[in-house]
């Protein structure tokens, strides 16, 4: 390809945009917004940086809240607010010490309980329809996954296909692949 070649394909629609081109809401034009029908459950997530890591992405993905739960740090961690950026002040999150009634009081209120986790009867971002919202995903620790106890009290388990030699991805890499997989096939990202 010669240079003239590379120029004739060159169009200023890739410029990157400047920060003060970025269209966001304020944190208070994002209060008034709807957020989507997803609550998300991070159990018992060790790492800081991983739950900042998914509190930025729930922001990004304007879920209605975020439950921390066991030995997930919690804002204020040093680690988490320098993940997240910020996102703290702008998606709404709890502590809940025990996930056992946070997950009934969910079910009570209609929400579709969603661990990611690989099972013997996986579902699928394809096979999720609109009819499974509002959604709580189900996010767990770093090696041992979302508990067989937690997995119990689910409707069902999404997996990630994968096509490597590993067995998983890392959860916040999990998490922002199945929100916004999730956002998609329940037609509610706009």
């Known amino acids: 390809m010669t240079q003239d ?6 169009t200023p629609s890739l410029r990157k945009l400047r920060l003060d081109e970025i269209k966001r809401p304020n944190e208070e034009q994002l209060r008034a917004l709807p957020r989507h029908p997803i609550v998300v459950v991070v159990d018992q997530v060790r790492s800081a940086h991983n739950v900042g890591s998914i509190l930025r992405t729930a922001d990004a993905a304007r879920v209605e809240h975020v439950y921390l739960t066991g030995i997930s740090p919690t804002p204020g961690h040093r680690a988490v607010t320098k993940a997240s950026l910020g996102a703290e002040d702008s ?3 709890s502590y809940e010490a025990d996930l056992v009634p946070l997950l009934a009081s969910l079910r009570a209120r209609g929400y579709f309980l969603l661990a990611l986790e690989q099972t013997v009867s996986p579902t699928f971002l394809s096979e999720l329809s609109p ?8 996010v767990g620790n770093e090696v ?16 990630l296909r994968q096509f490597g030699a590993k067995h998983s991805l890392n959860v916040s ?8 997989g999730l956002l998609s096939q329940l037609g509610v990202a706009t």
Do not use: K, M, N
Request: net charge negative; hydrophobic share 50%; aromatic share 8%.
């Open 5 to 10: 070649d590379h120029s004739a394909h060159s």
């Open 91 to 93: 998606v709404p999150w």
């Open 131 to 138: 009819t499974h919202g509002p959604v709580a995903l189900i």
């Open 144 to 159: 041992e996954g979302v508990q067989q106890a937690v997995l119990d009290r689910c409707d069902a388990a999404l997996e």
């Open 173 to 180: 890499v999990a998490f922002g692949v199945a929100i916004y």
